[in-house]
C-alpha cells in the first residue's frame, strides 16, 4: 500500500515536472532571446568604449605615431595604431604577441 502511494507520487511528479518542462521551454527560448538581444548591445557598446570611448583620438595616424614614440621613450613599447570604425579616429593598442 504504501509503495503504490509512493509510486502513484512519483508519476504524478512526473508528469508535472514533464508537463511544465515542456511549457518552460518556449518561454526559456523567448526569454533567452531577448537577453541575448540585451546582452549583444551590452557587448556592443562596451567593445565601443574598449575600443574608442576610453581611448585617447589622435585625428591622424601621424598624430598617433608620435604618441607612440613618446609612449616608447617612457619604457611603453609594443604600441600601434588602428583607424578607429566608431569615430574614424585613430587609437593606440598594444600588442599582446611578440612581432
Ligand atoms: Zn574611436
Not at 88 to 99: A, D, E, Q, V, Y
Request: charged fraction near 30%.
Amino acid at each position: 500500500m504504501a509503495s503504490n502511494k509512493r509510486s502513484a507520487r512519483a508519476k504524478q511528479r512526473a508528469e508535472f515536472e514533464s508537463g511544465f518542462d515542456a511549457g518552460a521551454m518556449g518561454d526559456l527560448f523567448e526569454r533567452e532571446h531577448a537577453r541575448n538581444d540585451a546582452l549583444e548591445a551590452a557587448h556592443d557598446a562596451a567593445v565601443r568604449r574598449r575600443a574608442c570611448e576610453s581611448k585617447m583620438r589622435y585625428a591622424s595616424r601621424a598624430d598617433a605615431l608620435d604618441a607612440i614614440a613618446a609612449c616608447a621613450e617612457h619604457g611603453r613599447r609594443g604600441l600601434s595604431v588602428y583607424r578607429c570604425p566608431y569615430c574614424n579616429g585613430w587609437h593606440l593598442t598594444s600588442h599582446p604577441r611578440k612581432p
